[in-house]
Nanobody, 130 residues
């Protein structure tokens, strides 16, 4: 079993930055595509940014392009989401998720929720408000 634990959320003002962390344990992320999703109140969960650990290809939703950056530290098997220039519409619960990698898996397929991820974290709240 793969366990994913997120941290780093909080309350920030518009324009500020946050870095979210997702620590994996139990299994190595070497065999998974991993990504960040968010869910705002009253809205569906959406992919924000995803990473295929096999080839380091990344995918960003349009709302994240130019402001967010996903990365992975292999030594600690931690995935980060650096978020700059935060906006009120970025508010939501942010989840880390992983999909066991097969020939059909890509960073985009994970973020698009083409197939349900195999594992989810418990989420961390991000609130952007003045």
């Amino acid at each position: 079993q793969l366990q994913l634990v997120e941290s780093g959320g909080g309350l920030v003002q518009p324009g500020e930055s946050l870095t979210l962390s997702c620590v994996a344990s139990g299994l190595s992320l070497d065999y998974y595509a991993v990504g960040w999703f968010r869910q705002a109140p009253g809205k569906e969960r959406e992919g924000v940014s995803c990473l295929n650990t096999k080839n380091a290809v990344t995918y960003y939703a349009d709302a994240a392009k130019g402001r967010f950056a996903i990365s992975r530290d292999r030594t600690t098997d931690t995935v980060f989401l650096r978020m700059d220039g935060l906006k009120p519409e970025d508010t939501g619960v942010y989840y880390c998720a992983a999909e066991f990698r097969t020939a059909r898996t890509s960073a985009q397929s994970l973020c698009d929720l083409t197939w349900p991820p195999d594992y989810w974290g418990q989420g961390t709240q991000v609130t952007v408000s003045s």
